[in-house]
């Protein structure tokens, strides 16, 4: 496997790091508005997405809520920059506080196991769509709350369009969110959480307290949902009890699996998904778009089960079996439901969604 | 050696990287694409010589997708059959087909401004969409941008203020205007009158006792003798109706928009055997599926407002305008049943409201079709009901924003003058 020493070699790895830095800066520039704006929104919901793998895909909770997370987000973002606080103030606020509000939630379901998970973290957008309606002081009620704080600021030295200047932030805070996250699923918490997801039973003998994994996971879930939120803002710049609807939170799940849970990459292909499926059902047929959604969705999940970052090991291994015995390992014309445990990059056996 | 080697193909790769950079950058969008502001004079984009493209996003899936659809397939009707007949005549000579552009949204707002971006540089204008807070979500885009974002569907009354929303305006009337249509009717009907009030809470609930109260300032025949209110997200409303039936108020006003809690409502105060007149907004008024399950007959008097008549009351069809308009709703919109949702009907105004519009407009620019748009009065649209119009020159009212109260007569309504 040559080509795979290839991009091990450490050049390679720097060189492609500073080629990917370079597009990020250049697209923005380059790109049509629409795509721009397009690109943004799929930075949006892949910190969304993200925040979901983190709870579900590495740690194996299910988490129906995180669109509650981000609504949250949202609505503190938009709360804040309506009264002027300082963009600074607004931005951590816009974390700290679904991180705050995780936490507390994330205590008492903690101490449920499995699906009793699941239908705690249910309530979340059940209840906070009326509250948000209900609270019509803080959160504009129905009408929801418009700003506009995400233009070219005044002291940018070069001009450029509102969306390119929104672009560059979403692409800024998406790519460090995505890099602390990597390190930190690469890492001990990574590994704790592959455990805690495996069976609490071995994570407990170890001394790795499920419930207390459990609950950073979730606040950490919830935490980069507020993220989400913030960006949400810059890209959207309105929110309304609408943001928070329980279907979107079904749907932010299904992008997750549709892009491969507990995965990286996975987490950007989930907001590509999540964000460019509408759109292309769009094309095709206004009036279907919900049919549409459904075929690619069952499509996706019978053809790669692991999700659309399985997509180049499935090729591969077509490939191979396609050789017939030239190579020394024989794919026993396995189903494509079950990918080769030896293929699996990531490090971890959990690199398939497991639960749910 | 190795070293070096790897160094040189390092190089090789950033000053490759760079020179693709270089080279991305050259051809940066220079204005193209984008809404050139030194080019006032041209027309404005969705707008040719023979064609003039509408877009519109609305919601096509989900929960809210029947009104949805009505409201792509009523203006696709209106301007195919004018299609059909060569096209609309403009006021500055040319006769254009119009084209429609619809999206589905979901009722999300995040994808109505998804669809909003993706529209604005190919349409001439945006309308029709149906939802607050999914036009909500690109009003502010839409008045940067300069894009018209016109006869939309929603009784959100920030759309008719000009101050707020130079580029918009609403097409049907606000939750204000119905509520304060009852007040004024039952204030003018000279009897004394005991009302409670049973809304919903939140602001389409607070916008129809607001109207209601602005209906009945002043007249002391009224007297509201108890308001209470409910969440939106509650399976019954039994405690509130029977606390509501000890006032033995002889008029309710109900500002519901949950269509199993109306029925349940109108039972419940059956059950109590209390019988008021009872007052329904129009989204929950409708004679199918409430009141007939409601046995709303029972009740001295239901009560309800419209401008426009409905496609699924007796008769219609059989009317010359109804067959007419029910074939072209299936010929160009491909909607084969008969509409059970007024925004059909709605939307196909909003097209002949636009088809005056274009025959005012005398050059191709947005700016022009503002101008022209808000200088429209007493147009009487297709199934406008006696008594209503079509009025954009007043500031800070919808398109439509007189409505005429009616009386459910069992099988449908009858418009009524006076109240009882």
Known sequence: ?356 | MNMRRTTRKAAGIVAMASVLALALAGCSRGGGGDDGDGTAAASSPGITDTTLTLGITTPLSGATAGPGTCTVAGIKAYFGAKNADGGVKFGDGKTRKVEIKALDDGYDPQKAKANYDQLKDSVFAMTAGLGTPTNRAWREAAISDKVPQVLVMTGDPIFSNKDDSPWQLGFVPTYMNEGEAFGKLLADSGEDHKVVILSQNDDYGEGYVSGFKDGIKGASNIQVVKELTYEATDTSVDAQITELASTKADVIFNAMSITPLAIAALQKAQQLNWKPSWFLPSNTARPGAILGPGKASAFPGVYSVAFSQSASAPGFADSDEGAKFLSELKEYADYKDTPAFPHCIWSYQVGAVLDQVFQKMTSPTRDDFMKELRSISDYVAPFMLEGTSVNTTEDGQPAVSTVVVQKYNGKGYDTVEKFG
């Open chain 1, 1 to 356: 496997m040559s080509e795979t020493s290839f991009f091990r070699k450490p050049w390679v790895r720097w060189a492609s790091i500073v080629v990917i830095v370079v597009v990020l800066i250049v697209v923005p520039l380059v790109l049509p508005e629409f795509a721009n704006q397009t690109i943004a929104r799929i930075g949006v919901f892949a910190v969304a997405v993200l925040g979901l793998n983190v709870v579900m895909g590495y740690t194996g909770q299910v988490s129906l809520g995180q669109i509650f997370f981000v609504g949250l987000g949202a609505y503190i973002t938009a709360y804040g920059v309506t009264h002027d606080w300082n963009i600074v103030l607004v931005f951590v606020l816009a974390f700290v506080g679904p991180a705050v509000v995780g936490l507390l939630i994330a205590l008492a379901a903690a101490r449920l196991g499995g699906l009793a998970i699941a239908m705690v973290t249910i309530a979340l957008p059940i209840v906070g769509v009326p509250l948000a309606k209900r609270l019509g002081d803080v959160t504009g009620g129905s009408q929801g709350l418009s700003t506009q704080f995400s233009d070219v600021p005044d002291w940018m030295p070069v001009t450029m369009y509102d969306d390119q200047w929104q672009l560059y932030l979403v692409i800024l805070v998406t790519a460090i969110v995505f890099l602390l996250t990597r390190n930190l699923v690469h890492g001990r918490y990574g590994r704790a959480f592959a455990i805690v997801k495996g069976n609490e039973a071995v994570a407990s003998s170890m001394g790795i307290s499920p419930y207390w994994y459990k609950v950073i996971a979730f606040t950490l879930a919830s935490l980069i949902g507020g993220v989400a939120g913030f960006l949400y803002m810059v890209v959207i710049q309105y929110t309304s009890p609408e943001t928070m609807s329980f279907a979107h939170s079904i749907s932010l799940l299904a992008a997750m699996v549709i892009g491969g849970a507990a995965s990286i990459v996975g987490s950007l292909l989930g907001g590509a998904y999540y964000v460019l499926v509408p759109q292309l059902t769009n094309i095709v047929d206004p009036n279907s778009t919900a049919l549409l959604q459904g075929a690619i969705l069952l499509i996706v999940l019978f053809v790669l089960p692991g999700g659309l970052v399985s997509l180049p090991r499935v090729l591969t291994r077509l490939a191979h079996r396609r050789k017939g015995g030239g190579t020394g390992r024989t794919p026993q014309t396995t189903p494509i439901a079950e990918p080769d445990p030896a293929a699996v990059t990531e490090g971890t056996p959990t690199e398939r969604q497991g639960h749910a």
